[in-house]
């Protein structure tokens, strides 16, 4: 999944995730340890790597400017949310409000308690990345002519690709055994 912050892209890729049998590589929790400290580059580098070995793996992020189109490289199928801007700030307005208000454990014991911080480090760069993401994604995407891109542009995009996927015959070379996706566009870029 691909998307700014707030797009739903890790609601969306955990249930994928459930209704494959795949595992969910959710790379924010690589990327953060204790008191929001990261882990660094080369190590996230590492660790993504490590999780996404093989088949049968959903992420829900690829982190292209820490490290670079590891994520992209091995994929087969992309799912970009290419919500509007207005509910994209939405969504990531109310998720950290309730955050905060029900003080929402993260990743290794983090919590978002800072408004503050969370307009210079969450809202303003997600706001940005919707329209940066327009301009630069379909250039990177080219770049992989073995992704098949799903340009997902409201909720019912999403829900459509949802219903779209169709477990059909047995992975070769998966690490469990459970089975492919059958995916046909909906929406190319």
């Known amino acids: 999944m691909i998307?700014?912050?707030?797009?739903?892209k890790?609601?969306?890729?955990?249930?994928l995730a459930e209704l494959l049998g795949a595992s969910h590589v959710e790379i924010d929790a690589l990327w953060h340890g204790p008191n929001w400290e990261n882990c660094g580059a080369e190590e996230l580098r590492a660790r993504v790597s490590a999780a996404t070995a093989g088949d049968n793996w959903i992420?829900?992020?690829?982190?292209?400017?820490i490290i670079g189109?590891?994520?992209l490289e091995r994929a087969e199928t992309v799912a970009w949310l290419d919500l509007p801007a207005r509910l994209v700030m939405w969504r990531l307005v109310r998720r950290s409000w309730v955050r905060k208000r029900d003080?929402?454990?993260?990743?290794?014991?983090?919590?978002?308690?800072?408004?503050?911080n969370q307009i210079r480090w969450l809202m303003w760069p997600a706001f940005k990345r919707v329209f940066e993401?327009?301009?630069?994604?379909?250039?990177r995407f080219a770049l992989h002519p073995q992704l098949e891109v799903h340009q997902l542009?409201?909720?019912?995009d999403v829900e459509a690709f949802v219903q779209s996927i169709q477990p059909t015959e047995s992975m070769s070379g998966s690490s469990n055994g459970s089975e492919r996706q059958n995916t046909p566009p909906l929406a190319e870029t």
Do not use: I, M
Not at 106 to 116: A, I
Not at 153 to 156: E, H, K, P
């Open 3 to 8: 998307g700014p912050s707030g797009s739903g």
């Open 10 to 15: 890790t609601y969306l890729s955990s249930r």
């Open 59 to 65: 992420s829900d992020g690829t982190y292209h400017s």
């Open 69 to 71: 189109d590891l994520v």
């Open 103 to 116: 003080k929402v454990e993260l990743w290794n014991g983090n919590v978002e308690d800072d408004w503050l």
């Open 133 to 139: 993401n327009r301009r630069d994604l379909p250039v």
């Open 153 to 156: 542009r409201s909720d019912q």
